[in-house]
């Protein structure tokens, strides 16, 4: 079983809607968690970071987390054609040495207009 | 403008030669680390140093290796014991302590002719 898994995709949706990522964690003492959108050829930008159970909102981005269930999810609402991208997810397990992400394979998503 | 810098942002080496890739932030980070990225894949975790003068092994260190002598700078060396240099390698830096954020410089494509 992979650390961090992403939901496959692609994933496309129309302009507008919303988008929702979706990402799981194999060790329950995981703490910290990261979305980053990388576009084709570039870095990894960091969109959202969430430490605590609930959601967690900014702007169009809703990052959502339940350690019960080792889920965390990336909501983008009103979704334009420049958030086509690959999102990535990110994690710090519990018990790792400080700082160490371990990254999921990415999700890639489409907005068509 | 504060940032992280990598250079080059392409670079060509030929089998047998090592190659340094140069990483600078002016964020006055404590942390900094080194990722690869191959194509359709998360990011996985080289090097990383929490403070100047100490560096540890990520998941994938062997054919590598880095050094921290000033708090700004972290360089890679890419050496001819790495089979498979051939990817995206990406420089991160986070302030450390509680603050887990990483961002990343804008990368340096290496390919082995």
């Known amino acids: 079983q992979k650390e961090v898994e992403q939901n496959s995709g692609p994933l496309s949706v129309p302009e507008g809607a919303i988008a929702s990522l979706n990402c799981t964690y194999s060790?329950?003492?995981?703490?910290?968690f990261f979305w980053y959108r990388q576009y084709s050829g570039k870095s990894p930008e960091l969109i959202m970071f969430i430490y605590s159970n609930g959601d967690k909102e900014d702007g169009r981005f809703t990052a959502q987390l339940n350690k019960a269930s080792q889920y965390v999810s990336l909501l983008i609402r009103d979704s334009q054609p420049s958030d086509s991208a690959t999102y990535l997810c990110a994690v710090i397990a519990g018990g790792t040495s400080y700082g160490k992400l371990t990254f999921g394979q990415g999700t890639i998503l489409t907005v068509h207009p | 403008d504060g940032g992280i810098t990598q250079s080059p942002k392409y670079l060509f080496r030929k089998e047998g030669q090592n190659v340094t890739l140069s990483c600078e932030q002016n964020?006055?980070?404590?942390?900094m680390y080194w990722y690869r990225q191959d194509p359709g894949q998360g990011l996985r975790l080289i090097y990383y140093?929490?403070?100047?003068?100490?560096?540890q092994k990520g998941d994938i260190a062997e054919g590598y290796s880095v050094s921290r002598e000033k708090k700004e700078s972290f360089p890679l060396t890419v050496t001819s014991a790495q089979k498979n240099p051939t990817a995206f390698y990406l420089c991160?830096?986070?302030?450390?302590?509680?603050?887990?954020?990483?961002?990343f410089g804008p990368g340096t494509r290496l390919t082995v002719l």
């Open positions: 964020l006055n980070h404590d942390a």
């Open positions: 991160a830096s986070s302030r450390g302590g509680t603050y887990n954020e990483q961002f």
């Open positions: 140093s929490q403070i100047v003068n100490d560096f």
């Open positions: 060790d329950r003492g995981s703490q910290s």
